[in-house]
């Protein structure tokens, strides 16, 4: 089982429709996160621990997780998937653009 932790700002749109895309595959257990506060999932030490894979929408994403869990990022790898925040959730441009991505980061 590969649990892969999807992380964008709100978890409401990328990370949200990711989390619904990739929960379908054996084998996979995915959670999407958000880094504001106020998303829907915040993200946490718990499912930086959790995870097996962290695969983050953008740059900032990554630089918010380094910041806010240093320690516990040590010895996991963060994938930087290059998704920027103009997509609506499970939109179909956003579902392949996922579907492309992700396994260069996790065996699907």
């Known amino acids: 089982m590969t649990r892969i932790l999807f ?6 749109l990328r990370s949200a429709t990711a989390e619904v895309l990739f929960s379908r595959f054996d084998g996979i257990e995915a959670i999407g996160a958000g880094t504001n506060p106020d998303a829907a999932t915040p993200v946490s030490g718990d499912l930086i621990e ?3 894979v962290i695969l983050v929408m953008e740059d900032v994403h990554k630089r918010r997780l380094t910041q806010r869990f240093p320690d516990l990022l040590k010895d996991k790898k963060i994938g930087v998937l290059g998704l920027a925040d103009i997509y609506g959730f499970m939109e179909p441009v956003l579902v392949d653009l996922l579907q492309r991505k992700v396994p260069a980061y996790a065996r699907l």
């Open 50 to 52: 959790w995870a097996d």
């Open 7 to 12: 992380v964008c700002t709100e978890n409401r």
